[in-house]
């Protein structure tokens, strides 16, 4: 999409707001006269309330722009994210009408501070745009050129403009690494997607071959990768965005291409829904690739161990032990709980980069399916200050997060009987928990460590988020990720 702040700018469909409050309607005052009264006609016979999210489309004679009228329930001022979630709904209608140029009034949008509305808009839209065509033979031709018509147009709002762009378009690219099937996305073509990201940017990306990461002792990511024909990669991102002498933020990603589950393994139906296992490692790089574009003032470093998970000749077998690059042993009584095994040597990598705090995310456990659907991201952590830090930085973004709790006793769960560890709880009780209690073994104690576990939110989230597609990568935890970047300090 292409976007612009401008005065006077001619549009095929100018864009409108309106509202019902008791028997009170509120129509901005640049909606044209038929539109209102038409609205009101027809709501009057019904006395029917205003829903938020629905449309009117008028196609005026022409020489007339035509009117599109979005209703926000009962008015008021709205919040950022309850502005990106119009986008969805208006995006959807202009498309369906053909609208190729449309103008909203920044004057008429309902919320005080107008940087932030003009950068919740611009992702809404940009994250609406969002189609998957890459494997089509003929793409949809369709493009939408939006503009916000101010008289105000200035260096504050064309910078809010500029980043709600570079955020929205860091979420598309990880739906779109998340949308590319398996045969092609696999983890040599992930780790070259991350260098494509880091193109025009400070960031540096480094890449081991499967002998560098069996030199590095991670000897866990090796054995889930020895199940398939393709190679794993550890892809590595660094961004310099501060003083050499501040510790960097740190992501970590599982990038586990396709799951069919190894020797476990799953039954087949939904099976085709496994390319997504690697949206965690999706959202730390299109996070990355954000940071380092909006150049934020903070040093960040990312890991992604990438790996398939297959049943080859020479795969993990149950009761197989590994050995992680801590040196902690974990026997594998289910070759399916494998993304914990490969983030397990990344964590152990991360920590001893000595960073401010580590953030993994992963579509680690059905279990975070079950207790969360696809609303919350769930996250896990002991330390109350990161808590409160995750928290926030979801809050400003307009993304949803929960705290699920991480006790002794799940760690307990974990001790291995033939190894250190095992890779699965004895029992199916929270599931998700005792995962998080796994990977915390990988962490340097000291370091603060959050969990990220979006196995529910990282696809298919079209259901709650207008602004995102009905089936496919939702590019859940990217905004947060940035906005965790621009909060520290
Ligand atoms: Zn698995």
Redesign the pocket.
Known sequence: MDFQLNSKTQAQCSIHFFSKKGNKFHFCSCASPMAKSDIQKAKAKTDDKVSFGEVFFYRLPSGDSHQLLVGTGEGGNLSAEQLRQLTGFIYKRLQAEKVTSASLSLAAVPMKDKAHAVQALTEGFEMSAYRFETFKAKPMDYDLKLNFNTNATNAKLKKSMEEGKIVAEGVNLTRWLGDCPGNFMTPTQLAEEAKKSAKGTKMKVTVWDKARIAKEKMDSLIGVSNGSAEEPRFIIMEYKGAAASKKPICFVGKG?TF?C??ISI?PSAGMEE?KF?MCGGGAVIGAMATIARLKLKVNAIAFVPASE?MPGPAANKPGDIRKARNGKSIEINNT????RLILADALCYASEKKPAWIVDAATLTGAMVIALGNTHTGFYTRDNKMRDTMNKAADDCGEWVWQMPLTDYHTKDMVGFYADLTNLAPNRQAGSATAAAFLESFVEKGIPWVHCDVAGTAWHAGNRLEYAPKKGASGAMVRTFVQLAKNHK
């Open positions: 586990l799951d589950g190894g799953k496994m296992d998970n399916d709980a494998e993304g």
